[in-house]
């Protein structure tokens, strides 16, 4: 398998009310999606065109702390000014996603209400503009409590597959994987963010050459349970 990876650029700032489905068709005009792309969309764009922006009122900090406590649903550790926060998501996040890089001054930027119906919605508008079946990622940044450096992951799937189940299958000397999940949304949401970077306003991007799977998945099948999480 060999995946190419390419910037959407020309996208321009968006806004409250702005058609991102209709942004991004005109901006990957230049790519002509084909059936089997998916395309990778930052969380903040969506974000800004859903209106899930809140205008900062009063001491920025202690309003920001204040925004970041009513939207988790859980407190799960705090040292100085970072908070780790559950979302009413399931996401165990830095800050409950409240952010203020790539915000318009005087104001944070939310996590979508619900971002995999936001690829949903996404995806088939792009389908029906490309006549093609597409995959949609909708990205945020995360940090990992074992390892330093932020990564981008998957918060929302539409059209290709969130987890690769490989419990069963054979290891190349023949022994049976007993346990093997592979976060592939996650790793293709990584892998775009590479050529979006953090800086350069490149919102999305386009990954052509990855087999979506049998399966389509959902971003929250990446959450895992708390019954399941050995450090809460």
Not at 78 to 98: P, Q, Y
Not at 183 to 190: I, R, T, W, Y
Not at 193 to 207: E, R, T, W
Not at 209 to 232: I, M
């Given at each position: ?15 409250p ?13 230049q ?120 990564t ?22 023949g ?16 892998a ?16 052509r ?24």
């Open positions: 398998m060999t995946l190419q990876i390419f910037p959407v650029t020309g996208i321009g700032a968006v806004r009310g702005d058609d991102v489905a209709g942004m991004l068709s005109e901006a990957l005009e790519l002509r999606p084909v059936s089997g792309d998916i395309i990778v969309v930052t969380h903040k764009i969506v974000s800004k065109a859903e209106g899930a922006i809140v205008e900062i009122e009063g001491d920025e900090e202690q309003f920001r702390k204040e925004l970041i406590e009513s939207e988790a649903v859980s407190i799960v550790r705090r040292r100085g000014d970072l908070i780790i926060a559950e979302t009413r998501h399931g996401f165990v996040c830095a800050n409950a996603g409240v952010d203020r890089s790539n915000a318009e001054p005087g104001t944070m930027v939310l996590l979508p209400r619900d971002p995999d119906q936001s690829a949903h919605r996404i995806r088939l508008r792009l389908q029906r503009h490309f006549s093609a079946d597409l995959g949609v990622i909708i990205s945020d940044t995360f940090g990992r409590p074992w390892r330093r450096g932020l981008d992951v998957a918060i929302g799937v539409s059209g290709t597959a969130a987890i690769l189940d490989l419990k069963g299958e054979k290891d190349w000397v022994r049976t994987l007993d346990v093997t999940e592979v976060a592939v949304a996650d790793e293709l949401a990584s775009a963010d590479l050529v979006m970077g953090k800086a350069s306003g490149v919102p999305a991007a386009l990954i050459g990855h087999e979506p799977g049998a399966v389509p998945g959902r971003g929250s099948d990446l959450v895992r349970p708390v019954d399941e999480d050995l450090f809460r």
